[in-house]
């Protein structure tokens, strides 16, 4: 099925507008939310508010907001639907944290990780601290949003425990990794979107294709990231490139690289050598674009995109749809 062309929402200059001034107040809410639940008397809240103030794209509890809005009839959030999406931005906040110590990350937002600040020991206590603020974010929210969101978590940590298994697999297939990426991405992007129908009490039929459509959007994000891990604004994306290249990370680029290149063996001999050098990556990328490697991963975002076109489409028009759909254009175009 072909999806329709989204229509954007559209500043004074005539492109699209940086935050729908619709429903830009949730996100202030989610803001005063974090500030809130971050007790400035605690140390772990002190360094954590670094990373969880610094701005982000707030993807995450957007998404909750404007599937709780769509299914309510555009009813304002409650202050505990308020409290469910800050709950799960402080569960992807803990993801980071987690996540810049598994990659040896150097930099987030465009600034130096915690890891590199103050030391993986206390970038891994800082990540439990935002788990503990989550839970106590969420705990109100019923014991079915609870076991859902348990349930993600597992998720996503067994596609971050495929993904390490796999590092440096150069026979990972296409189907292998979009298996990693629905669960360690889309899982929780899926689990946002539906989270926000069910507290709003929708119909099963909207439930599901609010998780549908987070699924696809979360696996286009992903595939856009490694896309970006290649061609990306560092100053933009807020981190260095070739970051998954150089700790093995196999992703969808390079995946059909190795499948289609003429030059394969030197390519995995390049990739297997224990040390990548400046001038071994930059054979390595341009291998990849050179076979088409950054095309076919596009043409693949595209296809989840349109996927979660096709699910939008079969909601009733509303105002709540029309900023997911601004918000779907916004990641057409996305550069960080």
Same mark, same amino acid.
């Given at each position: 099925?072909?999806?329709a062309?989204?229509?954007?929402?559209v500043?004074?200059?005539?492109g699209?507008?940086a935050?729908?001034?619709?429903?830009?107040q949730?996100? $202030?809410?989610?803001e005063?939310?974090?500030?809130?639940l971050?007790n400035?008397?605690?140390?772990?809240? &002190?360094?954590?508010a670094r990373?969880?103030?610094?701005?982000?794209?707030?993807?995450r509890?957007r998404?909750?907001l404007?599937?709780y809005?769509?299914s309510?009839g555009?009813?304002?959030p409650t202050?505990?639907? /308020?409290?469910?999406?800050?709950a799960?931005e402080?569960?992807h906040?803990a993801t $980071?944290?987690?996540?810049? &110590?598994?990659?040896?990350?150097?930099?987030?937002?465009?600034?130096?990780?915690v890891n590199?600040i103050?030391? +993986?020991?206390?970038a891994?206590l800082l990540g439990?601290f935002?788990?503990s603020s989550?839970?106590?974010?969420?705990?109100?929210?019923g014991s079915d949003?609870?076991s859902?969101?348990?349930n993600?978590?597992?998720?996503m940590?067994d596609?971050?425990?495929?993904?390490a298994?796999?590092?440096?697999d150069?026979?990972?297939t296409?189907?292998?990794y979009?298996a990693?990426?629905?669960r360690?991405?889309?899982a929780?992007?899926?689990a946002?979107?539906e989270?926000g129908?069910?507290v709003?009490?929708? +119909?099963q039929s909207t439930?599901?294709?609010f998780r549908?459509?987070?699924?696809?959007?979360?696996c286009?994000f992903q595939?856009?990231?490694?896309i970006?891990?290649?061609?990306?604004s560092p100053?933009?994306?807020?981190?260095a490139l /070739?970051?998954?290249?150089?700790?093995?990370i196999?992703t969808l680029? $390079?995946i059909?690289?190795?499948e289609?290149?003429?030059?394969?063996v030197?390519l995995?001999?390049?990739?297997l050598?224990t040390e990548?050098?400046a001038?071994?990556?930059g054979?390595?990328v341009?291998?990849?674009k050179k076979t088409?490697g950054l095309?076919?991963a596009r043409?693949?975002?595209a296809?989840?995109?349109n996927v979660a076109?096709e699910e939008?489409?079969t909601l009733a028009p509303?105002?709540?749809?029309?900023e997911?759909?601004w918000?779907?254009?916004t990641?057409?175009?996305?550069e960080?």
């Amino acid at each position: 099925m072909k999806a329709a062309p989204v229509l954007p929402a559209v500043n004074k200059a005539g492109g699209p507008a940086a935050v729908p001034p619709l429903y830009s107040q949730d996100l $202030l809410s989610v803001e005063e939310q974090l500030k809130q639940l971050l007790n400035p008397n605690q140390r772990a809240a &002190v360094l954590g508010a670094r990373l969880a103030l610094s701005g982000g794209k707030r993807l995450r509890p957007r998404l909750c907001l404007l599937a709780y809005r769509y299914s309510s009839g555009n009813s304002t959030p409650t202050p505990g639907v /308020y409290k469910l999406a800050t709950a799960i931005e402080l569960l992807h906040l803990a993801t $980071l944290l987690h996540d810049d &110590v598994i990659d040896n990350a150097t930099h987030r937002r465009s600034e130096p990780s915690v890891n590199i600040i103050h030391g +993986n020991k206390t970038a891994v206590l800082l990540g439990d601290f935002f788990f503990s603020s989550f839970l106590e974010a969420a705990a109100g929210s019923g014991s079915d949003i609870l076991s859902l969101l348990a349930n993600t978590i597992s998720n996503m940590v067994d596609g971050e425990l495929s993904q390490a298994h796999h590092r440096l697999d150069l026979s990972l297939t296409e189907n292998q990794y979009l298996a990693i990426i629905e669960r360690k991405t889309a899982a929780l992007i899926a689990a946002a979107c539906e989270v926000g129908a069910k507290v709003a009490r929708a +119909n099963q039929s909207t439930i599901n294709s609010f998780r549908r459509f987070g699924h696809a959007l979360g696996c286009a994000f992903q595939i856009q990231d490694d896309i970006l891990d290649y061609i990306g604004s560092p100053n933009r994306m807020g981190k260095a490139l /070739y970051s998954d290249l150089k700790e093995g990370i196999i992703t969808l680029p $390079l995946i059909y690289a190795l499948e289609h290149s003429v030059r394969k063996v030197h390519l995995s001999q390049l990739l297997l050598h224990t040390e990548l050098t400046a001038k071994a990556i930059g054979t390595i990328v341009d291998e990849v674009k050179k076979t088409g490697g950054l095309d076919y991963a596009r043409q693949q975002a595209a296809t989840y995109l349109n996927v979660a076109q096709e699910e939008l489409m079969t909601l009733a028009p509303s105002p709540p749809k029309r900023e997911l759909e601004w918000l779907l254009l916004t990641l057409t175009k996305r550069e960080k």
